[in-house]
């Protein structure tokens, strides 16, 4: 199927003229700048935030690109995932009359914005063991369908999403295919570990969709520093296209929509790759120990298996349970009145000393 962006976007966002900053008008480092506005001596605090920083952050698109295996121009940087969600939303459907499509169970963002912009969702619930039915996507679809969202590992469940699925979405579908990967670090083996037992299916499941880019122009991966890099406090949200699509959201996002404080701290974070791999392989000692220890609980139904920071568990009660757990403080998700999630926990996977807190009190809970 041909891909258009024109055909795609909003005619107005196509034609729109973006705001014009100061530092669009004159990219060089050196010089007198009396074109902005900003106070010429320092910040208040005697620091050195008193400029407007750069609106494209290509210092850090630069370090970053290797890091991911993509062009600099392949990328756009927001003010976390979020903000990329909502400009695709705003740069394709024309409210009341074009729609995006969902797979329930899945991240509530994609429902919620589309909410805001008042954009019709249509939904097809993942099949029971949380993969795509592919036939009845691509039969939901209509001609107003602009997004198909796409979520893997997939938040709340944790699985990873089949390869060839994606694929057959991509190559069958005319719109925009965005594929959420922000727990993709743990489903990625740091080299020289062993594979996590839940992924025994790799061979047939994907990793990062950032090397099909060049071979799907209507495919979007969204990627975050919120998880794995241990950034959530920043807010900073990645996301990969092609260089037509970056365009568009540099040009209808907020002219300066990261910090300079923000873009001064990722740059630095970005020469600690070896610690993020670290952490990971951390956090995926716990998942399986944590596993482990869940199952003997007698109050646990089903550990459904993670490519990510988290584990989806069926107890016998969990509304009841969560309620235990709050009263101990101890919080963790409720999921159980969401699509196949019944009776259903998302656990966030924590230090080792706070998941034997949370084991603990699981254990004392059951024997009731
Ligand atoms: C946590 C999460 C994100 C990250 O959101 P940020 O706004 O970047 O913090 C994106 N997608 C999914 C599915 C998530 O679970």
């Known amino acids: ?88 939303v705003r740069a394709t459907c024309t409210p009341r009359e074009d729609n995006i499509l969902i797979m329930p169970p899945t991240y509530g963002m994609y429902q919620v914005s589309a909410d805001i912009n008042d954009v019709p969702i249509v939904k097809v619930p993942l099949t029971p063991d949380f993969q795509i039915d592919t036939e009845k996507v691509l039969a939901a679809v209509t001609p107003k369908t602009k997004i198909i969202w796409i979520c893997s590992p997939n938040n709340p469940s944790g699985n990873l999403v089949k390869r060839e699925a994606i694929l057959t979405i991509l190559t069958n579908f005319s719109g925009l295919v965005v594929v959420d990967e922000a727990y993709i670090d743990f489903a990625e083996l740091p ?22 880019l060049d071979n799907y122009p209507n495919l979007i991966v969204l990627q ?95 509304k009841q349970l969560f309620d235990d757990l709050i009263k101990q403080k101890i919080i963790v998700r409720d999921r159980s009145k969401v699509t196949l999630c019944e009776d259903c926990l998302r656990i966030t996977v924590g230090t080792s000393e706070e998941n034997n807190v949370l084991l603990e009190a699981l254990k004392k809970l059951s024997e009731q």
């Open 1 to 88: 199927m041909t891909f258009d962006l024109a055909s795609i976007l909003r005619p107005h966002i196509l034609n729109l003229v973006p705001y014009s900053s100061a530092r669009d008008e004159y990219t060089g480092k050196e010089g007198v700048f009396l074109d902005a506005n900003e106070n010429p001596y320092q910040s208040v605090n005697g620091q050195q935030w008193n400029r407007y920083p750069d609106p494209y952050q290509w210092a850090i698109k630069e370090k970053l690109a290797p890091i991911k295996g993509v062009r600099p121009s392949q990328i756009f940087l927001g003010n976390g995932s979020d903000e990329p969600i909502d400009l695709l």
């Open 191 to 212: 080299e020289s570990s062993e594979p996590p037992e839940s992924s025994e299916l790799s061979g047939s499941l994907t990793a990062s969709f950032t090397n099909e």
């Open 224 to 318: 975050t520093f919120s998880k794995a890099w241990g950034l959530a406090s920043l807010r900073l949200g990645m996301c990969f296209a092609s260089e037509e699509i970056i365009k568009v959201l540099n040009k209808i996002k907020p002219p300066y929509n990261l910090s300079g404080a923000t873009q001064a701290i990722l740059l630095e974070a970005l020469d600690f790759v070896e610690t993020k791999n670290q952490l990971v392989k951390d956090i995926l000692v716990e998942r399986e120990r944590l596993a482990q220890e869940l199952v003997v609980i007698p109050t646990v139904k089903h550990i459904y298996p993670s490519d990510a920071n988290f584990l989806l568990v069926k107890f016998e009660k969990a």
